[in-house]
């Protein structure tokens, strides 16, 4: 897991339901079951839940890059999520 000073500003505004907030707290659980999925191949129960994970931050992301393009982008930064083109 990575815990960086940005998750924990982050932690600190005791604003859980941000998007900021469930983004990296979903980031955090893609990591930790991707790491176990390298070991147990065949967990297809542990790859759904990884998969309705992403599912969830993807659709999260792409509401904050429609609503404020700006935080958007220092989140992916931070989170070291994508590589960003610049338009």
């Known amino acids: 897991m990575v815990k960086n000073a940005f998750i924990s500003v982050i932690s600190q505004e005791e604003n859980r339901g941000s998007v900021e907030f469930q983004v990296v707290s979903f980031t955090n659980k893609i990591r930790r079951l991707t790491s176990h999925l390298e070991f147990h191949r ?21 509401y904050l890059s429609k609503k404020d393009k700006v935080r958007y ?15």
């Not at 309705?52 to 659709?59: D, H």
């Open 73 to 87: 982008t220092e989140l992916i930064s931070q989170l070291d999520i994508r590589e960003l083109t610049t338009r």
């Open 42 to 62: 065949k967990d297809f129960l542990s790859q759904r839940g990884l998969r309705k994970i992403l599912g969830k931050r993807q659709r999260l992301l792409s």
